[in-house]
């Protein structure tokens, strides 16, 4: 089973609607990432989280929200989506004890219409 | 800030081919440490190699090395025995001592058969 897993793995939605996408992992890490991906800007960092009570911003955080329920779970919301959030979104997470390596899910590809 | 630059969007080599894809970064810490990400047509972000900014000698991991050049911030990712797999977007990243990974906007590389 893969360590860090991510739903849906794909999503079309309309503009205004809310969506969450969720992230869960079975590595144990406390540090949980979520990027956005869009064609010719690299991964970008939207929101990030050290452990459960930690909650921090990242480059992009506009019209975005996040929850950290569980060491184990981090969930971004898009409470009413835009069509230029349409991209790939990654969750990933790290553990500082083991050369800082970040470990990505398989990405959610969100299409806003 | 810090910055990552790469300043190949796309590249095309015949297979068994050397290749080079160029990375600068800037920042103004002396501890950090710098990644290759690679990310196939499945759209997995899969670590390639990884450099710690206080060790001089570069790394290598089977096919991949790096040439880092410290004072240049400079890091450069070689592979040799070029295979039709590694056909694939290639992300440079630096992460610094906040544990964030700030990422390239990537090298698309296309492994000629």
């Known amino acids: 089973d893969a360590d860090v897993t991510q739903t849906p793995r794909n999503r079309i939605t309309k503009t205004g609607k809310r969506i969450m996408l969720e992230c869960s992992q079975t590595?144990?890490?406390?540090?949980m990432y979520w990027y956005r991906q869009d064609p010719g800007l690299g991964l970008r960092l939207i929101y990030y989280?050290?452990?459960?009570?930690?909650?921090n911003k990242g480059e992009i955080s506009d019209g975005y929200s996040v929850s950290r329920q569980a060491q184990a779970k981090f969930s971004l919301s898009l409470e009413s989506a835009i069509p230029n959030q349409t991209a790939l979104y990654f969750c990933?997470?790290?553990?500082?004890?083991?050369?800082?390596?970040?470990?990505f899910g398989p990405g959610t590809r969100l299409t806003v219409l | 800030a810090q910055t990552v630059t790469q300043s190949q969007p796309e590249m095309s080599v015949q297979e068994a081919e050397t290749v080079t894809l160029s990375c600068t970064y800037d920042?103004?810490?002396?501890?950090?440490?710098l990644f290759w990400y690679k990310q196939p047509p499945s759209r997995q972000m899969i670590l390639v190699i990884r450099?710690?900014?206080?060790?001089?000698q570069n790394a290598t991991e089977n096919r991949f090395s790096v040439n880092f050049q410290k004072a240049a911030k400079s890091f450069s990712l070689k592979i040799s025995d070029s295979q039709l797999g590694d056909t694939a977007m290639y992300f440079c990243?630096?992460?610094?001592?906040?544990?964030?990974?700030?990422f390239g906007k990537g090298t698309r590389l296309h492994i000629l058969p």
């Open positions: 990933a997470t790290s553990d500082p004890q083991v050369y800082n390596e970040q470990f």
């Open positions: 590595k144990g890490h406390d540090r």
């Open positions: 989280s050290f452990d459960v009570k930690d909650i």
């Open positions: 920042t103004s810490e002396s501890n950090y440490y």
């Open positions: 450099q710690e900014a206080y060790k001089q």
């Open positions: 990243a630096f992460m610094n001592r906040d544990d964030k990974i700030i």
